[in-house]
């Protein structure tokens, strides 16, 4: 046998460095925000909280009522039950009006949203 214990370790290293990912010389960034909820309403003006601010929620026949600390945010619509589930669970990112042609009458549909910030005395609507 003519191979060395050289000859052996240098084969290993390059049969692992082929199974190898390469390195990206790209420099990837990872941002990790307090997860949020967004509201879109009427112009596509979005409006974001943190979860965080959250102080209570409330689910009735009219709708769904956010309070915030510094906002009341009313949702109006029909069949709204899974999206007050998902805020209560803090597992929804965005609720924004839906488009008039989507409106079956069994799905869930946003009519509305307004906002009320409590240290403004204006409710974008």
């Given at each position: 046998?003519?191979n060395?214990a ?6 290993l290293?390059g ?5 190898l990912p ?7 960034t990872?941002?990790a925000?307090?997860p949020s ?11 974001s909280?943190?979860?965080?601010y959250?102080?209570s929620?409330?689910?009735?026949k009219?709708?769904i009522t956010v309070k ?5 945010i ?8 899974s ?15 839906s488009p008039?042609?989507?409106n ?12 009320h ?9």
């Open positions: 046998m003519s060395s050289d000859d052996i370790l240098s084969s290293k049969s692992l460095k082929d199974q390469e390195k990206s010389s790209e420099t990837k990872h941002e925000g307090a909820i967004t509201f879109v309403v009427t112009g596509g003006w979005q409006h909280f943190p979860y965080s959250l102080r929620s409330r689910h009735t009219d709708g915030t600390s510094d906002a009341i009313t949702v109006k619509g029909a069949h709204l039950e999206i007050y589930s998902f805020v209560r669970r803090q597992k929804i990112s965005e609720i924004a009006i008039k042609q989507e079956t009458g069994k799905q869930t549909f946003v009519e509305s949203i307004s906002i910030y409590i240290d403004e005395e204006i409710t974008y609507e």
